[in-house]
């Protein structure tokens, strides 16, 4: 099978360069974005405040020269805050459409578990169809559409759980975590007169993004790490510890999750290590425990763990097409 064309990999690569000069130290967490960003799904940043997670997103939307917009979640914050809303114009007595903040490519929700539940549930019908929907009509979202949230593990003041339809929307999760001492120090030198940010330049555009995206989705995927992959997400279900467990949609999004990573290391075809290095960023957010496990110490980290040293990895793959 042929690999990625060069001319995407220096693309992958500009890309990956303008983040990690704004995230130092973080390769890893740009690569876990980019994965999303080409899988078509959204990402669910959990982290203390202060460590990047702004930044990084900004990043993401400069250097694909995306439509950026953010919300600030808020108890008081409405349904028609986010989707937009309908406004009567008297002179020429009809309804016109006044956009909400959602109409971008890249949208950061900030702090999302601070917004209530009824405003939570608004997000649903976007991450999912890609559209809205006010006063019956449909409004489609730009491509590609790109929802990133984030919320603070820490402070439980003023904060709503996420209900598991929408946890499960998420593509992946994860965390950026304070960099270590020598990473800290070089961001002070970095940003002593300007931040990074400020600085970088397009290096693709939103059409070569849906390019990518339309090549991720023809990538080869095994029967065996098929099997491999249903194996993994029907283990978190019939685990005793689990009172809900991986849905099919958490199938279907560890498997467009493992073909953008392999595309990301210049392959068309996807490899068992690439669903195992991704499956608890995928399907992590999505167990909910019994109150017996959760009692005992058990966690979804602890139960994934078990799941995964449970399942048998395929050792022999069918022969390329």
Do not use: W
């Not at 976007?126 to 603070?152: K, W």
């Not at 030198?189 to 993004?209: A, D, I, K």
């Not at 098929?226 to 279900?237: H, M």
């Amino acid at each position: 099978m042929a690999a990625v064309s060069q001319p995407r990999m220096n693309e992958i690569t500009q890309i990956r360069s303008n983040l990690e000069s704004c995230i130092l130290g973080k390769s890893e967490e740009v690569m876990l974005l980019l994965t999303a960003l080409l899988a078509g799904g959204h990402v669910l940043l959990e982290d203390v405040p202060g460590t990047g997670k702004t930044v990084l997103v900004k990043s993401l939307a400069r250097s694909i020269q995306g439509q950026f917009r953010r919300i600030q979640c808020n108890p008081d914050l409405l349904p028609t805050d986010i989707t937009g809303v309908s406004i009567y114009h008297p002179k020429k007595e009809a309804f016109f459409f006044r956009p909400g903040p959602i109409m971008a490519n890249i949208l950061l929700v900030d702090e999302i578990n601070r917004a209530t539940t009824k405003t939570q549930s608004a997000l649903l019908e976007a991450m999912e169809e890609h559209h809205v929907t006010v006063d019956g009509e449909i409004y489609p979202l730009p491509r590609p559409f790109m929802l990133l949230a984030t919320q603070n593990p820490i402070d439980f003041e003023g904060t709503y759980l996420l209900p598991e339809a929408q946890l499960d929307r998420f593509m992946i999760k994860f965390s950026l975590g304070y960099p270590d001492s020598a990473t800290e120090l070089e961001m002070i030198s970095s940003q002593s007169r300007v931040h990074p940010v400020e600085q970088l330049q397009q290096v693709v555009s939103v059409e070569q993004v849906l390019a990518m995206q339309d090549e991720v989705r023809s990538l080869y995927l095994d029967d065996a790490i098929a099997r491999y992959l249903v194996d993994i997400t029907r283990g978190t279900r019939e685990h005793p510890a689990v009172h809900l467990g991986a849905s099919p949609r958490a199938t279907l999004a560890l498997v467009q999750a493992s073909k953008a990573y392999a595309y990301l290391n210049g392959r068309d075809y996807v490899l068992p290590d690439d669903v195992k290095y991704l499956a608890p960023y995928v399907l992590g957010h999505r167990l909910i425990l019994t109150s017996e496990a959760r009692m005992e110490g058990e966690t979804p980290r602890s139960v994934f763990e078990s799941v995964m040293a449970r399942t048998k990895v395929p050792v022999r793959l069918e022969k390329a097409r």
